[in-house]
């Protein structure tokens, strides 16, 4: 079964940014309909971030990030990319990628393989 490792978090500044990365072992990511990011803050729920299908031509991302963040993919390395600007102390949380099944899934149920995650922190 395919393996996720999630790289790139630390520390930031409030308006810097930070590039997370996704590598894939044991599979490949192109298979699945979509690559989505997550992220889940202390006391909170997991929540969808943005996905990217397959090909990499769509993209759909949570209102909370649009036009900040971005997700981008290179099949041939299989990995994807989650491309955080702007970034903001709410966005502080561990950042998972996930795979899922098809294209709008934005719920934790519709995702099935997961990495460990990433630790972004953004002080004020």
């Known amino acids: 079964q395919v393996q996720l490792a999630e790289s790139g978090g630390g520390l930031v500044q409030a308006g810097g940014s930070l590039r997370l990365s996704c590598a894939a072992s044991?599979?490949?990511?192109?298979?699945?309909?979509?690559m989505g990011w997550f992220r889940q803050a202390p006391g909170k729920e997991r929540e969808f971030v943005g996905a990217?299908?397959?090909?990499?031509?769509?993209?759909y991302y949570a209102d909370s990030v649009k036009g900040r963040f971005t997700i981008s993919r290179d099949n041939a390395k299989n990995t994807v990319y989650l491309q955080m600007n702007s970034l903001k102390p709410d966005d502080t949380a561990v950042y998972y990628c996930?795979?899922?099944?098809?294209?709008?899934?934005?719920?934790?149920?519709?995702?099935?393989?997961w990495g460990q995650g990433t630790q972004v922190t953004v002080s004020s």
């Open positions: 044991g599979g490949t990511l192109s298979t699945y309909p979509t």
């Open positions: 996930a795979t899922g099944g098809f294209f709008g899934a934005s719920h934790v149920r519709e995702y099935s393989y």
């Open positions: 990217i299908t397959s090909s990499g031509i769509s993209t």
